[in-house]
C-alpha cells in the first residue's frame, strides 16, 4: 500500500532505476527509456511537499498501475510513466535529420579569447574554425555547437556585433560544406544572424531568458532550440544562492520554462533541456543532478548533456587542469549515455565518438542476446 504521507498537496516525480541488459522474457516487467536503447524495471517515485522530500519509494514496473490507483496524483504518475517511455521524434533539419534513438555528439566549437578550455585557438580565423568543425562533423559529430561568446565564471559579456562577427562567419561556412549547426548564444540578434546564415538549433544557457527578442526570433524562425538551466539567466550563467533540492529545483524550472516557451508560440516537439552542469551549482549539486539525470525525462523531451572538461571533474581528479580531463569527460559522457541523455555535448569529439561506440556495441550485443 502507497504511504499515508502522501497527500493531495504533494507534487510527484518518477525517475527511472534498475537498469537491465535486455527485455527479453520480461514483458510486463520492464519498460524502454525514450524509445532508445536502455531498458529499466523499476521508478523511484518522490513526493514533495511544501519543498521538501515526503516520501522516496521503490515501485516496480509491473506495479506502477496499482499504485496509480491508490492516489490522488495516479493520472500525473501515469502521464510520466508515458513521458519517460515515449520515443522522441527525430528532428528534420533541411536535408537532414537529428536522431534520438541513441546518444549522440554535439562537438563544441569556440571562436572566443578566452573559453576556459580551448579559447582563442580558432579566433580571427573563421576558415580555419570551420575547418576544425567539419573535421569534427567527419569524425562523428551530429552537430557542431558554434559560440562566439565565453560563459566561464567571470567572463566579461561580448558585445553583440563581435559575437556576430567572430560566429556567424563559421557559421555559414559549416552549413554550406554540410554540416548540422547550433548556435550557442543568449543575444537574440546574434541568432537571427547565424540562422540567416544557415544554423539549424538555438543552444542558450540563458533559456532565452537573457534577451528579451529571444523568445521572438526562435519561434518566428520555428528552429529547435536548447534550453539550459541556470539560477538567474538575467544575471548571468553563474550566479545563484545554492539549493535546497538541486535535482528537483532545476527539473521544475526547466519545466516552467518549456512550458512558457510553448505558450510563447515554439513547438514543445522543438525543444531539448539541459540541465546546466556547472552553472551556478557547487559539486554536490552537480553530482545530484549527473545520478538523477534520468528523472528528466519526465518532461518527455530530447536531453542535452554538457560536462566535458568542466571543474566537476578537476575537483574530483586531484585538481586536473582543463587540457588534462578527457578520462574524466569521456566517464561523464558515458554516464550520461547510460542514463538515457540524447545529446553530449563535449570537446573531445573522436574519443567520445569512440567511447559511444564501443558502448552502442555492448548495448546492441546485450539486447540481441538476451
Request: charged fraction near 20%; include cysteine; charge should be negative.
Amino acid at each position: 500500500m502507497m504511504d499515508a504521507t502522501l497527500g493531495t498537496a504533494a507534487d510527484i516525480y518518477l525517475r527511472p532505476v534498475q537498469f537491465v541488459d535486455t527485455p527479453v522474457g520480461r514483458d510486463g516487467e520492464v519498460a524502454r527509456l525514450a524509445g532508445g536503447l536502455q531498458w529499466f524495471a523499476a521508478y523511484e517515485l518522490t513526493a514533495m511537499v511544501e519543498g521538501a522530500r515526503a516520501l522516496r519509494r521503490t515501485v516496480p514496473v509491473a506495479e506502477l498501475n496499482a499504485v496509480a490507483n491508490e492516489i490522488a496524483q495516479g493520472e500525473t504518475l501515469l502521464d510520466l510513466a508515458a513521458r519517460i517511455s515515449a520515443p522522441r521524434p527525430p528532428l528534420p533539419l533541411g536535408v537532414r535529420a537529428l536522431r534520438f534513438d541513441q546518444p549522440q555528439v554535439m562537438g563544441i566549437l569556440n571562436v572566443t579569447p578566452d573559453s576556459f578550455s580551448d579559447g582563442g585557438r580558432h579566433l580571427d580565423d573563421p576558415a580555419a574554425a570551420a575547418g576544425a568543425g567539419m573535421d569534427m562533423s567527419a569524425v562523428g559529430a551530429a552537430v557542431i555547437d558554434v559560440g562566439g561568446e565565453s560563459t566561464r565564471p567571470g567572463a566579461e559579456t561580448v558585445w553583440e556585433g563581435d559575437e556576430i562577427a567572430r560566429s556567424v562567419p563559421v557559421v555559414e561556412r559549416l552549413a554550406r560544406g554540410g554540416a548540422l549547426v547550433s548556435i550557442d548564444t543568449r543575444k537574440a540578434g546574434v541568432m537571427e544572424g547565424a540562422l540567416a546564415a544557415g544554423a539549424h538549433i538555438v543552444n542558450d544557457v540563458a533559456a532565452l531568458l537573457w534577451d528579451d527578442r529571444a523568445v521572438e526570433v526562435v519561434a518566428k524562425a520555428g528552429c529547435p532550440v536548447v534550453l539550459m538551466h541556470s539560477p538567474d539567466p538575467k544575471k548571468g550563467p553563474h550566479g545563484g544562492s545554492g539549493y535546497r533540492d538541486p535535482l528537483i529545483e532545476t527539473y521544475d524550472w526547466l519545466e516552467a520554462r518549456v512550458d512558457a516557451v510553448v505558450a510563447a508560440g515554439i513547438e514543445r516537439t522543438k525543444i531539448l533541456v539541459d540541465p546546466g552542469i556547472g552553472f551556478g551549482k557547487s559539486l554536490s549539486d552537480n553530482l545530484a543532478l549527473l545520478n538523477g539525470l534520468a528523472l528528466f525525462h519526465g518532461l518527455g523531451l530530447p536531453i542535452v548533456l554538457g560536462a566535458s572538461r568542466k571543474r566537476i571533474i578537476g575537483a574530483l581528479a586531484n585538481e586536473a587542469p582543463a587540457e588534462q580531463r578527457l578520462g574524466g569527460s569521456l566517464a561523464l559522457a558515458l554516464k550520461g549515455a547510460e542514463l538515457g541523455a540524447q545529446l553530449i555535448r563535449v570537446h573531445d569529439v573522436f574519443e567520445t565518438v569512440q567511447a559511444l561506440r564501443v558502448w552502442r556495441g555492448m548495448r546492441d550485443a546485450a539486447l540481441v542476446a538476451g
